[in-house]
């Protein structure tokens, strides 16, 4: 049975989610839908990627990805799918394919342009349910839309290296539910940049020399459990996905705080990778 997932902005209070499914189950009665997140800040394109990424890898190939953030259609704001790591992805171009892809090319692009044959403006709802149901009944990509070579790339998804291969300057793209700060910087970038080199991290008025594996390996095991003193310290690791996330020890943004409440470190603000030479 085929699988169509949904991000989007849409939260759960109105009504765009369940008309989405609904208009999915209209066309389709045997489809498994799936929700991804429907808690993307607003038109927040980088945080859209993020969670996708790091997400649709976990589904059989084959999946039906529909992306509602950012989504109205416009002369400057494509529709297009994309078959990508036998995956399907359908979205605005509006730069969020560009972390997805990465260094992945996709198989087939097109833009849609079906958009002559729906009366409704509610986008996710018309266009993208259409091609999405036109895919899972095991329609072309060609039928929908003409082939296109590339996609749109914006600023802030990819962080950018000094000329003198010293600094990394990236900045916060994802902010999770424990209030931890997710940068655009890889631990491939760091690696590759890095060379083994010391470092300092910058982030506000935070400094940080090291980067950790797991989030317990701050705390010193040996110690006293009532001297130890760690709940709400800052630190910083490359997390499952392998971006480096700059967090607190248990965090909780309700209690002890989080790096995105103490450190100021909100979306868009700058962390900066500064390499010492020995």
């Not at 765009?16 to 839908?33: D, F, R, S, T």
């Not at 394109?45 to 993020?50: C, L, P």
């Not at 986008?123 to 895919?135: E, P, R, Y």
């Not at 980067?211 to 910083?236: A, C, H, P, Q, T």
Request: glycine share 6%; charged share 20%.
């Amino acid at each position: 049975m085929p699988i169509i997932t949904l991000t989007t902005d849409f939260g759960w209070k109105d009504p765009y989610v369940g008309a989405v499914k609904g208009a999915i189950y209209k066309e389709l009665e045997h489809i498994n839908i799936v929700d991804i997140s429907h808690e993307v800040s607003p038109f927040n394109i980088a945080e859209a990627a993020y969670i996708i990424k790091n997400a649709y890898h976990s589904f059989p190939d084959g999946t039906i990805h529909i992306i509602g953030v950012d989504a109205e259609h416009t002369p400057e704001n494509i529709h297009i799918a994309v078959l990508l790591n036998e995956h399907y992805f359908i979205c605005a171009d509006n730069g969020v394919l560009a972390l997805i892809m990465n260094k992945l090319r996709p198989e087939k692009l097109v833009q849609i342009n079906i958009h002559d044959r729906i009366s409704s403006n509610f986008t996710t709802l018309d266009a993208f349910v259409s091609t999405a149901c036109h895919i899972a009944r095991g329609g072309t990509l060609e039928v929908i839309g003409k082939p296109i070579s590339r996609i749109r790339v914006i600023s802030g998804v990819t962080p950018k290296i000094s000329d003198s291969k010293n600094v990394i300057h990236g900045q916060v793209i994802y902010i999770d539910n424990y209030g931890n700060s997710v940068t655009n910087i890889t631990e491939d970038i760091f690696e590759a940049e890095g060379k083994g080199r010391k470092f300092e991290i910058s982030a506000r008025n935070e400094r940080f020399n090291k980067i950790y594996k797991r989030y317990s390996d701050l705390v010193n095991f040996e110690e006293d459990e009532k001297k130890r003193d760690v709940d709400g310290k800052g630190l910083v690791i490359f997390n499952s996905a392998g971006y480096l996330e700059l967090a607190t020890y248990k965090s909780n943004p309700l209690t002890v705080g989080s790096a995105s409440s103490l450190f100021g470190l909100q979306i868009n603000a700058p962390v900066i990778i500064t390499f010492i030479e020995s």
